[in-house]
């Protein structure tokens, strides 16, 4: 089946997810972290491409990028392909590390755009990580600067000045990515993140990844009391759909 093509935004601006492949830690140690951050700030100009705001979790990152001549496909090539053979060598590990191409929305509107913004820079907070002006590895202190990653001129405009910036991330806008997505299974929900958070105390399900086995069949078992589909705890823990089949209520 042929993959459909990808949506053009009429702003330039594109909200992009790129995920390890079958939940792969992405991000093992701090200099991986400043690895990736290399390859965007390398080639972020040389695409003609600018960053609004990034954030770099475990297993995902998320990019705001402003892409006005259509560069966008070989930018995302050159820096998820140049990150994939230096974390393989490191590792000592073969085969994708991504998966599949990366998700992107295209951001139609200043309201659209401001929403994906916020909804960036909180990741940490909303997957109980910390606040998200602690975050080390997002753009959080990028706002107003100039010489970093993130080039937030044109959200500045909007927002105004570093005050007016740090009230509007704290504001909680649980809800608000409905606004913007269709795809469920790509951004879940408040709901789903409250359940997640009741029974594991975070939102990342990868956690589960590392618990023992009775503990975490216990904390299936409870999801799936809870209403959650299969397929949804398998897509936020990187689960196999049939261990979580075989784990009974």
């Known amino acids: 089946m042929p993959r459909p093509n990808r949506q053009i935004s009429a702003t330039g601006y594109y909200h992009i997810i790129i995920r390890g492949v079958g939940k792969q830690i992405l991000f093992e140690e701090t200099g991986d972290n400043v690895k990736f951050l290399h390859l965007l700030r390398e080639n972020l100009p040389a ?129 608000e990515e409905h606004v913007h997505y269709k795809d469920e299974g790509e951004m879940p929900g408040a709901h789903t993140n409250m359940i997640f958070r009741e029974v594991l105390g975070t939102t990342d399900g990868t956690v589960l990844q590392r618990w023992n086995r009775p503990d975490r069949n216990k904390a299936v078992r409870a999801l799936k009391s809870k209403g959650l589909s299969i397929r949804t705890i398998e897509r936020r823990t990187g689960i196999s759909r049939g261990i979580i089949q075989n784990i009974k209520t």
């Open 47 to 175: 695409f003609q491409i600018t960053c609004a705001a990034y954030c770099l979790m475990d297993n995902h990152v998320h990019l705001l990028l402003h892409d006005p001549g259509s560069h966008l496909p070989r930018f995302m090539q050159t820096v998820s392909s140049a990150y994939a053979r230096f974390f393989n060598f490191k590792y000592e590990r073969s085969g994708h590390l991504f998966q599949g191409r990366y998700f992107s929305v295209a951001i139609e509107s200043e309201l659209q755009l401001l929403a994906v913004f916020r909804y960036i820079l909180q990741n940490p907070e909303r997957a109980g990580m910390g606040a998200a002006y602690s975050y080390k590895w997002s753009s959080y202190r990028d706002y107003g600067k100039k010489g970093g990653i993130a080039d937030t001129a044109a959200i500045a405009e909007l927002l105004g000045d570093v005050s007016s910036y740090r009230l509007f991330i704290q504001v909680e806008c649980a809800g």
